[in-house]
């Protein structure tokens, strides 16, 4: 049988007056530290941060934000969290705004851009100093909500087009380029491609025309190519990897959309007898842990997703007011040469 208790009776609400009296401070002081504005003696604030967790006490964004037009809210907008990459993304803008009077408001759209209209246009009646969102691949009313903003957009992982304000990241066409020229440079001929849908991301896309044009650029083509009408995973890799094989093309190696896809790759070699390197080369694109902890770590391409974070947070930051002019930051990536290529 369900028991039911009646709850406490609730306190009146702790007040800044409160917090002040028990610390013995102004009010204006107990403002100043909870904004992290203005130097504070360290004997102060520790008097003043005890009696705020003693009391309980929590400061009224909403209040603040209505009379400044203002607010101490970051959006970050990303499309998953179903893999490392955005985590890793996220554990960047955290470190950057750890210690900062600024809290992140994280939102996922599923690499849905209708739904990513919906949840900038909720973010921005809150006003937010700043929006960090995934891409370039907005609906043009997105678009045009985030440029009439007022407020600074950073669009993070990707620097192949123009942003609205910042863009941090790296050239994806680059970088599939790259993985093109160092298979070929190594002897390989005969490649295939394992991807998931375009669609939904657009990086994944101007990785595989980086990787077509440095393959012509070589007098070489794809012969065969597995693209899965769904999200990226490790079983829709292995998956694809056995529709490739079981085909006629005799491939010497296959080039993932991403890491998670490579791994499928993998163990579908694994299972089946498949030699990597010397029977089919298998690479990934991202750098993932799980791929270097491998037995024969994967051939990959490493991005800086960390960096991508924190350094996003930083330009967000870095002028008191939106920036005047674009900006794009290039934070790079490098080739992994591991054991499967």
């Not at 400044?68 to 993304?89: A, M, Q, T």
Request: aromatic residues 6%; charged residues 20%.
């Amino acid at each position: 049988m369900q028991q039911k208790q009646r709850l406490p009776a609730r306190k009146s609400k702790v007040t800044v007056r409160d917090v002040a009296l028990r610390a013995g401070v102004g009010e204006s002081t107990v403002s100043r530290i909870m904004r992290n504005k203005g130097p504070v003696a360290e004997e102060t604030r520790r008097r003043v941060m005890e009696a705020v967790r003693a009391t309980g006490y929590v400061p009224n964004r909403i209040a603040g934000s209505l009379a400044s037009l203002d607010s101490h809210l970051v959006g970050v907008i990303v499309p998953s969290l179903s893999n490392i990459v955005f985590p890793e993304v996220l554990q960047g803008v955290h470190s950057a705004l750890r210690g900062s009077d600024y809290q992140p408001v994280i939102s996922i759209t599923g690499y849905d851009i209708d739904l990513e209209e919906t949840i900038v246009r909720g973010l921005l009646s809150w006003k937010p100093a700043a929006i960090l969102i995934a891409g370039f691949d907005h609906t043009p009313a997105t678009h045009r909500m985030l440029f009439e903003s007022g407020i600074r957009i950073v669009e993070m992982m990707d620097i192949d087009s123009a942003p609205i304000d910042i863009a941090v990241g790296m050239s994806h066409r680059r970088a599939g380029y790259a993985t093109g020229q160092y298979l070929v440079e190594r002897g390989y001929h005969r490649f295939g491609y394992v991807g998931h849908d375009w669609n939904a991301d657009r990086r994944a896309r101007l990785r595989y025309d980086g990787i077509c044009g440095a393959l012509g650029d070589a007098g070489l083509q794809i012969a065969a190519q597995a693209i899965a009408d769904a999200p990226s995973s490790v079983g829709v890799g292995r998956e694809m990897t056995a529709r490739l094989l079981a085909g006629p093309a005799k491939l010497d190696a296959i080039i993932y959309s991403n890491d998670d896809m490579a791994l499928g790759g993998v163990f579908h070699c694994l299972g089946s007898g498949v030699r990597m390197p010397d029977d089919l080369a298998i690479f990934g694109f991202n750098g993932l842990d799980i791929g270097r902890e491998l037995p024969q770590p994967l051939a990959t391409v490493r991005s800086n997703r960390f960096l991508i974070g924190r350094t996003s947070v930083e330009k967000a930051f870095e002028t008191p007011q939106r920036p005047q002019t674009r900006s794009i930051v290039d934070t790079g990536f490098e080739i992994f040469p591991g054991a499967t290529a």
